[in-house]
C-alpha cells in the first residue's frame, strides 16, 4: 500500500504542476505572445515585451488627426490673438471701459500685454515644436530602451529558473499584466501625438495652462517608463547573475522580488501611487 500511494501522491503531485504550467502558459498565450515555444524563453519574452515600441507618426490614425488638430489650433490661436490684442487696444485707448470689463467677467487681474506678446509668439511656434518635440523625446526614449534591453538580454540566459514553478507562475503573471500596462501606454502616447496640437491650442488659455502641464508631464512619465522598467528588469538580472555560488540559494526569491518590483512600477506610474493606494485601502476593507 505505501509504494502505491506513494505512486498517487506522485502523479497528483505532477498533474497539479502540469495544470500549474499550462495557467501560467495560457497567461503567456493570452498577452498575445501566441504558443510558448519554450519556458526558457519567458525572461526574454517578458524584457522584449518591455523594449517593444509603437511609432505613433506611421499610423493613418495619427496622420488623420493632424489636419483636424491643426485647424483646431489655427481657430484657438486666432481667437486668442484677436480677442487679446482687441482687449489690449481697449485697454489702451478706454482704460475705464476695459476696468468695467474685468469686473463684469469677474477678472480682477490686470490685463499684461507682454504676457500676450508672450503667448502669440508660442502660438507662432507651436506647430513645429510640438511634432518636432514629440518625434525628439520619443526617438529619445527608444534609443536608451534598446541599450538597456540588449544589456538585459545577454545576461538572461544567466538567470533563467524556469524548473521553479513558483518562479515561472510569478513570470506568467508578470507578463500578462505589464502586456495590459504598456498596452495602456502605448494607447495614450498614440493619442498625445494625434491630438498634441489641440493641447498646445489649449495652453494659450491661461485659466487651462496648469491642467495641459499636468498632461504632458503624465506624458512624458509614460514615455520614459518603458526605459526605466528595463532599467530595473537589466539591473536586477545583472545582479542576480553575478551572485556567488554561496548566494544562489537566495536566487529564487530574488527572481520573485524583481518580478513584484517590476509589477508595482508599472501600475503605480500609469495609474498613479494615490489610485494605487486608494484600490489597496478598498481591497483592505473588503
Known amino acids: 500500500m505505501g509504494v502505491v500511494d506513494e ?20 497567461m503567456i498565450d493570452l498577452s498575445g505572445n501566441g504558443t510558448v515555444a519554450s519556458r526558457e524563453e519567458t525572461p526574454g519574452l517578458i524584457v522584449s515585451m518591455l523594449s ?12 488623420d488627426w493632424w489636419g483636424t488638430s491643426l485647424i483646431f489650433f489655427v481657430m484657438i490661436a486666432l481667437t486668442y490673438i484677436c480677442a487679446g490684442g482687441g482687449f489690449a487696444l481697449l485697454s489702451t ?23 500676450w506678446i508672450s503667448s502669440v509668439s508660442l502660438a507662432l511656434i507651436f506647430p513645429f515644436l510640438t511634432y518636432f518635440g514629440l518625434y ?11 541599450l538597456l534591453s540588449t544589456t538585459a538580454l545577454d545576461v538572461i540566459p544567466l538567470t533563467a529558473d524556469n524548473n521553479n514553478i513558483v518562479i515561472y507562475i510569478f513570470m506568467a503573471i508578470t507578463y500578462l499584466i505589464l502586456s495590459i500596462i504598456m498596452g495602456i501606454r502605448n494607447i495614450v502616447i498614440v493619442i498625445f501625438c494625434a491630438g498634441g496640437l489641440m493641447l498646445a ?16 508631464m503624465y506624458f512624458l512619465l509614460l514615455v ?11 539591473i536586477g538580472v545583472m545582479f542576480i547573475a553575478s551572485l556567488p555560488p554561496i548566494l ?13 518590483l517590476l509589477l508595482l512600477t ?15 485601502g478598498i481591497v483592505g476593507r473588503i
Open 7 to 26: 505512486a498517487a501522491a506522485a502523479a497528483v503531485k505532477a498533474g497539479m504542476e502540469l495544470f500549474t504550467y499550462s495557467v501560467a502558459d495560457s
Open 52 to 63: 517593444f515600441t509603437v511609432d505613433p507618426f506611421t499610423l493613418d490614425f495619427v496622420r
Open 93 to 115: 485707448l478706454y482704460p475705464d471701459t476695459a476696468q468695467r470689463m474685468n469686473w463684469i467677467t469677474g477678472n480682477s487681474g490686470h490685463f499684461e500685454i507682454k504676457e
Open 136 to 146: 525628439i523625446i520619443l526617438q529619445l526614449c527608444w534609443v536608451v530602451t534598446a
Open 201 to 216: 491650442a489649449l495652453y494659450l488659455i491661461p485659466a487651462l495652462r496648469s491642467l495641459i502641464l499636468n498632461i504632458f
Open 224 to 234: 520614459f517608463m518603458q526605459p526605466l522598467l528595463v532599467f530595473i528588469a537589466a
Open 248 to 260: 544562489l540559494i537566495c536566487k529564487p526569491s530574488l527572481l520573485v522580488a524583481l518580478m513584484i
Open 266 to 280: 508599472g501600475i503605480v506610474l500609469v495609474f498613479g501611487y494615490g489610485t494605487v493606494s486608494r484600490m489597496i
